[in-house]
């Protein structure tokens, strides 16, 4: 079965510093996985994808994201975090090659201070 | 593109009655649809994924028959809360995928609240 953990609930970084948001997956194939950022009272934003390919994936906003296949991890990550970076972000994950659902963590919410 | 509405964008009800959520595919045929339920400070959980023409398939403990879900046309799901109750209050949030697409467009969901 497929799983996706996002160990920490909260992440805390000061305005211009940069930021890791931490996702590791479960998969029995190979993985699509996703990163998507939700503000208050709104649905999901994408923000970016790894199907294959490079493991660094760039996406909106200025964020990134490196899959990790030896450590099963997909790590969002920003050189210069910004106030209004701050949301609810969510890592996801679905087999490759199959009809199935995505799988959603739990979620980390991103605190950025001025 | 790829853009997904959901109608309404909020909605409270009476206890009993019945509520439904329209969730459309704006540019693009969306062969299969899912419904997520979303509480406070939570993740978004999976209801059901809706293929068009056919039957929704609902995740475990889902009530089939309180969470109606038809998926009529490839750019048209609903979902029907049927006799709501309060403990129904949530935030309902649909996607949609087009045939043979990896990824799920999602809607700007749904407030519930059945008072």
């Known amino acids: 079965a497929q799983s996706v953990a996002q160990p920490e609930d909260q992440v805390n970084v000061a305005e211009g510093n940069p930021l890791t948001v931490k996702c590791t997956y479960s998969?029995?194939?190979?993985?699509?996985l996703f990163w998507y950022v939700q503000y208050p009272n709104r649905g999901l934003q994408f923000l970016l994808k790894?199907?294959?390919?490079?493991?660094l994936v760039k996406g909106s906003y200025g964020f990134e994201a490196e899959f990790n296949k030896s450590q099963t991890s997909f790590h969002l990550k920003k050189p210069s975090a910004l106030v209004s970076d701050s949301a609810l972000y969510f890592c996801?994950?679905?087999?490759?090659?199959?009809?199935?659902?995505?799988?959603f963590g739990s979620g980390t919410r991103l605190s950025i201070r001025p | 593109g790829a853009v997904v509405s959901q109608h309404p964008s909020w909605v409270i009800c009476k206890s009993g009655t019945s509520v439904k959520i329209e969730c459309r595919s704006l540019?693009?045929?969306?062969?299969?649809m899912f419904w997520y339920r979303q509480f406070p400070k939570q993740s978004l959980m999976l209801m059901a994924t809706?293929?068009?023409?056919?039957?929704?398939?609902?995740e475990q403990g889902v009530e089939k028959d309180k969470f109606l879900i038809n998926h009529a046309s490839l750019t048209l799901s609903t979902l029907t809360v049927t006799s709501a109750h309060p403990e129904d209050s949530s935030f309902y949030i649909c996607?949609?995928?087009?045939?043979?697409?990896?990824?799920?467009?999602f809607g700007p969901g749904t407030r519930l609240t059945v008072t």
């Open positions: 790894y199907i294959t390919g490079d493991n």
């Open positions: 996801a994950v679905r087999d490759y090659g199959s009809a199935s659902k995505i799988i």
């Open positions: 998969v029995s194939g190979n993985p699509y």
């Open positions: 996607s949609a995928s087009p045939a043979g697409g990896a990824e799920q467009y």
């Open positions: 809706s293929n068009e023409g056919s039957k929704a398939t609902y």
């Open positions: 540019d693009f045929q969306a062969t299969t």
